[in-house]
């Protein structure tokens, strides 16, 4: 059974934002702001180049999670799909003209 239509888009557009900051807003909680300046760019480095994506932290296959290991630090990164007011969740987070999407990068005892 393919993919649905719908769940390809926002795997795309999240993997855009992710690797390369396209169309959203990438967030770094006050954890990761506190790491040295070289350990946040090896924890941004690690989460554009992230492609571990499994059934079990992909479930609906869109690309919205994942979690990495920067010494002693685990990381999480999350995606989520606001409307374009930032006030609500997005009606349709498939469409870019109606969704704002926010890549958060955290520590993963922050989550």
């Known amino acids: 059974m393919g993919m649905r239509e719908d769940v390809l888009v926002i795997r795309r557009l999240n993997d855009d934002l992710r690797q390369k900051g396209q169309d959203g807003r990438v967030l770094?909680?006050?954890?990761?702001?506190?790491?040295?300046?070289?350990?946040?760019?090896?924890?941004?480095?690690?989460?554009?180049?992230?492609?571990?994506?499994?059934?079990?932290?992909?479930?609906?296959?869109?690309?919205?999670?994942?979690?990495?290991?920067?010494?002693?630090?685990a990381i999480f990164w999350k995606i989520d799909y606001y409307d374009r007011s930032m006030e609500a969740g997005s009606p349709d987070p498939a469409d870019p003209e109606v969704t704002t999407r926010v890549l958060t990068i955290m520590l993963a005892d922050e989550y």
């Open 28 to 73: 770094m909680t006050q954890g990761i702001q506190a790491l040295p300046q070289e350990v946040i760019q090896k924890v941004i480095d690690a989460v554009k180049a992230f492609d571990d994506f499994t059934p079990d932290n992909d479930p609906h296959g869109e690309h919205d999670f994942g979690s990495v290991r920067i010494g002693e630090n």
